[in-house]
């Protein structure tokens, strides 16, 4: 056993344009709580986390109220004003503003705002199986579908051999200073993984629930709410 603690980081500072909704998709109302609640609380709830930060753009206008709503989550989780341009960024601000308050080797389990559907289970179930990783890794499924790559009039140019291949999810469970080194010399990645992958280390493959899907696009929203209908 080793004393690290394990912290959540929720960047929450994206726009979601591809929903479409009027507001920043990570607070839509999904069953009856804005989407970024129901992440929070999953956390929150989560003993083995010592503490939740989510990082939201400077001038967001709806974090205070939501954690107005929101009683169950004082005192659990903190609000980072420190969102930047790009994910990366958001995450790359969130680790910096928080150094003071975190160990090297402590663990920082990134979670997508819009990834409603984990659970308490699958952040045991990462942790359990991550704990004593000498890299980390992220959780993630196996790919079942056939992959066809297209070519620019939509038809199909080659077919993707799928037999190793997975969708990447999170949470993303790193060491604080491996993540924070991996995401200053990294520049167009789109997860944690990414980043140190071009340390060139190898973050395990943790599998996840196709219930923690990301929610991007209009007809994920009934799917969610179907979800979280069922697990409250
Ligand atoms: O847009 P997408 O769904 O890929 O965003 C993934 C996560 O990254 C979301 O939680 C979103 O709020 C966050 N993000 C961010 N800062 C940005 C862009 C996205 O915190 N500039």
């Given amino acids: 056993m080793n004393s690290s603690r394990y912290f959540a980081l929720i960047p929450a500072a994206g726009i979601g344009a591809r929903l479409g909704a009027d507001i920043p998709k990570q607070y839509m109302p999904l069953a009856g709580r804005p989407m970024l609640t129901h992440v929070l609380t999953t956390f929150a709830a989560a003993s083995v986390i010592s503490h939740v930060f989510v990082v939201v ?3 967001d206008g ?6 107005a709503a929101a009683p169950h989550l004082q005192g659990r989780v903190s609000v980072l ?4 341009p790009s994910r990366r960024e958001s995450v790359l601000n969130g680790l910096q503003a928080i150094r003071p308050l975190v160990g090297d080797d ?3 389990l990134v979670h997508d705002a819009a990834r409603p559907g984990l659970t308490g289970g699958l952040i045991e179930h990462l942790i359990e199986t991550l704990q004593d990783d000498p890299v980390g890794g992220l959780l993630a499924l196996p790919v079942v579908d056939t992959l066809k790559r ?6 199909v140019e080659q077919t993707v051999e799928r037999t190793a291949l ?3 999810q999170t949470p993303q469970m790193f060491r604080y ?10 520049d167009a990645v789109t997860d944690e993984a990414g980043a140190v992958e071009l340390l060139g280390l190898q973050p395990r493959l943790v599998e ?3 219930r923690n899907f990301k929610v991007t696009l209009p007809h994920d929203v009934a799917l969610a709410e179907m979800f979280l209908k069922e697990k409250s």
């Fill in 106 to 108: 402590d663990w920082m």
């Fill in 177 to 186: 200073s491996l993540l924070l080194r991996a995401l200053r010399l990294a």
């Fill in 150 to 155: 297209s070519d620019q009039q939509t038809r």
């Fill in 166 to 168: 997975w969708a990447a």
């Fill in 57 to 59: 753009s400077a001038d």
């Fill in 62 to 67: 709806y974090i205070g109220e939501l954690m």
């Fill in 208 to 210: 996840g629930s196709p």
């Fill in 81 to 84: 004003f420190d969102g930047g």
